[in-house]
T-cell receptor, first 117, second 117 residues
Framework: AQKVTQVQTEISVVEKEDVTLDCVYE???????LFWYKQPPSGELVFLIR??????QNEISGRYSWNFQKSTSSFNFTITASQVVDSAVYFCALSDHSTGTASKLTFGTGTRLQVTL | SAVISQKPSRDICQRGTSLTIQCQVD?????MFWYRQQPGQSLTLIAT?????????ESGFVIDKFPISRPNLTFSTLTVSNMSPEDSSIYLC??????????????FGEGSRLTVL
């Protein structure tokens, strides 16, 4: 069975601090995809990144960076110089290929990030 | 990217009644997904709706409780039947961003926040 664990339920930081959101996953699939989504107070989920299981290169996009380590089954997300607009719930997700539908996702429980001035 | 509109955005319902949620996509898509997000919880997939066939329900969800229609490639409805307070959740419609094979990112509507009294 697939599982995504986000042990940090809530994190509070002061603006401009760096913050890392942890994500650990379990899967028996050899091919899979990992995702991060942001859910701001408006409720809509916003896609941030997709990473496939064969690509362990870290990725940087502006203030966001992702560290994928297959050896530890982790896919951590770092926000550098956090801003108030980063305040949201962040979900890590794993694709489920068991039904042949690669777009079916298993979500973690989310980490609520609060950035204050 | 896909633009997804959901109606209603929120509603307050009485126990025992039913509510139908609509999801409209601005492009034709083969698969549409319905997720539930209970208060403070993660997202759980309810069912996958394919045009022209019966929806595929996940474990713990049944058609009698959550009937789904998919009359065309841009529209779907989810009905929450005989509601109880435990059905109070955000219901989200989503579509894959990549119809060409591997999983693209999922696009989500803003969700329908349902409160059952």
């Amino acid at each position: 069975a697939q599982k995504v664990t986000q042990v940090q339920t809530e994190i509070s930081v002061v603006e401009k601090e760096d913050v890392t959101l942890d994500c650990v996953y379990e899967t028996r699939d050899t091919t899979y995809y990992l995702f991060w989504y942001k859910q701001p107070p408006s409720g809509e989920l916003v896609f941030l990144i997709r990473r496939n299981s064969f690509d362990e290169q870290n990725e940087i996009s502006g203030r966001y960076s992702w560290n994928f380590q297959k050896s530890t089954s982790s896919f951590n997300f770092t926000i550098t110089a956090s801003q108030v607009v980063d305040s949201a719930v962040y979900f890590c997700a794993l694709s489920d290929h068991s039904t042949g539908t690669a777009s079916k996702l298993t979500f973690g429980t989310g980490t609520r990030l609060q950035v204050t001035l | 990217s896909a633009v997804i509109s959901q109606k209603p955005s929120r509603d307050i319902c009485q126990r025992g009644t039913s509510l139908t949620i609509q999801c409209q996509v601005d492009s034709q898509v083969t698969m549409m997904f319905w997720y539930r997000q209970q208060p403070g919880q993660s997202l759980t997939l309810i069912a996958t709706a394919n045009q022209g066939s019966e929806a595929t329900y996940e474990s713990g969800f049944v058609i009698d409780k959550f009937p789904i229609s998919r009359p065309n490639l841009t529209f779907s409805t989810l009905t929450v039947s005989n509601m109880s307070p435990e059905d109070s959740s955000i219901y989200l419609c989503s579509v894959p961003g990549d119809e060409g094979g591997g999983p693209g990112e999922l696009f989500f509507g803003e969700g329908s926040r349902l409160t059952v009294l």
